[in-house]
């Protein structure tokens, strides 16, 4: 892209945010922990609390779950039985570093300690077919259901919740909450909408895009960009296939190997 068009972008995004250009700038990106994996991972998610790695393995239901970049469990596969799943579509991490899983099948949320102990399950039967989920700082769980094409947005599985966003999402693959926002990539479009905390459409960008500290970033196959500079971090000779920024961590997935990193900033 262009820096003149980046440019563009940035500003067009900041002003529908509310954001400042460069409050915090990015300076480098430093990688904490490096992971060779023998399977093909399709999601991962980590818990700064814990140092912990929750990977998912694609098309198989089983985590992998990594401690200081050493393989510590793997949990779940295929299967009836309990300790498995029916069909593993979406994992998250509670901001007390619990892993929460998504059994699509069993329209259940399965929450997990962080070493794979199961905790408890927490039945979603106001769903069709749950796909995606998140959860925020405060334990509002938002879940995107691929039968009905919207996002629910359900207060600590209480009876008060709301529907958002039928009718804007192609084929979702990622749903990413920052402090005020839900960023959800839309691989069928090949563009990231985002939504306020409310439901409503702020915004939409071409590509895998996530935000952090006001500023947007864009995964480029083998780097992800800052928008307004065209600064590119974690180059590699493999293509990334998965990207995302959470509660100041970076983790990056190609098809055999993982990245959890830091964005370093100045203030600007």
């Not at 140092?51 to 200081?68: A, P, Q």
């Not at 700082?137 to 039928?166: A, C, H, M, P, Q």
């Amino acid at each position: 892209m262009p820096r003149i068009y980046r440019i563009i972008l940035f500003l067009f995004l900041s002003a529908c945010a509310g954001i400042q250009t460069y409050k915090y700038k990015p300076v480098d990106f430093k990688i904490l922990t490096e992971i060779k994996f023998d399977f093909k991972p399709v999601k991962a998610v980590y818990s700064p609390i814990e140092n912990t790695l929750f990977v998912m393995e694609s098309r198989s239901s089983r985590i992998h779950i990594y401690k200081d970049g050493l393989k510590i469990n793997q949990i779940g596969g295929l299967g009836a039985e309990k300790s498995k799943f029916l069909k593993l579509t979406d994992i998250t991490v509670s901001f007390d570093g619990s892993l929460l899983a998504l059994d699509s099948v069993q329209k259940k949320i399965i929450k997990f300690d962080p070493d794979g102990k199961r905790i408890t399950e927490y039945g979603i039967d106001f769903t069709l077919e749950p796909v995606l989920l998140e959860v925020s700082r405060d334990g509002k769980i938002f879940i995107y259901d691929n039968k009905l094409g919207e996002v629910f947005l359900d207060r600590s599985f209480t009876r008060e919740r709301f529907k958002f966003g039928k009718f804007t999402l192609k084929e979702p693959q990622q749903m990413i909450l920052t402090e005020n926002e839900l960023l959800i990539y839309d691989s069928g479009s090949n563009t990231t909408k985002l939504f306020d905390i409310l439901g409503k459409l702020i915004n939409e960008q071409k590509g895998l895009v996530q935000k952090e500290k006001g500023n947007v970033y864009l995964l480029d196959q083998f780097y992800f960009e800052d928008v307004i500079s065209g600064s590119k971090f974690a180059v590699s000779s493999k293509k990334w296939n998965f990207f995302q920024l959470k509660s100041g961590y970076c983790v990056l997935l190609s098809n055999d190997s993982g990245v959890i990193g830091k964005i370093n900033y100045e203030i600007d």
